[in-house]
């Protein structure tokens, strides 16, 4: 078997944990000192990763402009958004409306870089999505409705923040010449510093008090969910393209769905399924919607014309 397809299982189940791990940190820290410490414990082994493959240097700091936009983007306000989510609703919910994210993703690119005309296949896809995000919020049921909609409301923050920053780095970094590797440790690194002055330290120390939420947010959350993840995600690309690495994302919800039913015993509703079912499909539609030929010619008329 092909190394790659165990380290794309082994992605999407470490991502659709993500959320038990930050509801469990949540009844004792606050979101910021969640984050905190996720990206301190994701930033030590990414550091280590970088530095033993070369993949460093001093010059790429010339760019540090784009690595810190990128490190509020992708990591600060991103991982922010989803420590409150989480803390707001039941893992499982937060886990399924993750999966909204390369939905988000596409309107942020459409949005602002008009790179692609999108197919009647692509806006079904993105229509079908976004109903899925209303069954699970329910807005219509007002106030005796079982879920938060200020969660709901981070979950789909963090989304935005999270596609914003897929649109600026196309635009900004792709054409850069380094490894992969570097701009994600640069962003991280910067994510530490900022994050680490805005946070409030106080009672952090409670997270010590329960083993099993410090084991989530050390290795859960940390080594494995932001240092190792990254490392696996970069490992998947070379291996079996972007496109491939970009269905990845179709794991972490039903991850998180069965993770917060048998280990949590959350509830989950038929609804609720028909949602997740309908932010896939969504998804699904969307990238297969997409015509690789119209989006490769675009790409060469692109740099033809900055030539």
């Not at 979101?31 to 301190?40: G, T």
């Not at 993949?55 to 490190?71: G, I, P, Y």
Request: with cysteine.
């Amino acid at each position: 078997m092909n190394p790659a397809y165990l380290a794309f299982a082994l992605l999407g189940l470490i991502w659709g944990s993500n959320f038990l791990f930050m509801k469990w940190a949540s009844v004792l820290i606050s979101p910021a000192q969640i984050v905190f410490l996720r990206v301190l414990f994701g930033f030590l082994p990414l550091l280590v990763y970088a530095l033993a493959t070369r993949a460093l240097s001093w010059k790429q700091l010339r760019h540090a402009h784009h690595f810190v936009v990128m490190s509020l983007l992708a990591t600060s306000v991103y991982y922010y958004a989803f420590a409150k989510g989480a803390a707001l609703l039941l893992s499982s919910v937060a886990g399924m409306l993750s999966g909204a994210i390369p939905l988000f993703a596409f309107v942020c690119a459409w949005a602002l870089l008009r790179a692609e005309r999108p197919t009647a296949r692509m806006i079904v896809g993105v229509a079908g999505g976004f109903i899925g995000v209303l069954m699970i919020a329910r807005p219509w049921s007002g106030a005796v409705a079982s879920v938060d909609l200020r969660g709901v409301a981070y979950m789909v923050a963090g989304s935005l923040s999270v596609g914003c920053s897929f649109v600026y780095a196309r635009r900004f970094l792709s054409k850069l010449d380094m490894s992969p590797v570097a701009p994600s440790t640069w962003q991280i690194g910067f994510a530490l510093l900022t994050i680490a002055c805005i946070t409030p330290f106080a009672g952090m120390t409670h997270i010590a008090s329960e083993p099993r939420a410090a084991a989530g947010i050390v290795l859960g959350l940390g080594l494995l969910g932001t240092g190792i993840a990254y490392i696996l995600y970069y490992y998947i690309v070379q291996r079996l393209g972007a496109l491939a690495a970009s269905s990845v994302t179709y794991i972490p919800p039903v991850v998180a769905l069965g993770i917060g039913v048998v280990f949590a015993h959350e509830p989950i509703r038929p609804l609720d399924l028909l949602a997740m079912v309908c932010i896939l499909g969504g998804v699904f539609l969307l990238q297969s919607g997409r015509n690789p030929q119209k989006i490769e010619a675009s790409r060469a008329q692109r740099i033809a014309r900055e030539a």
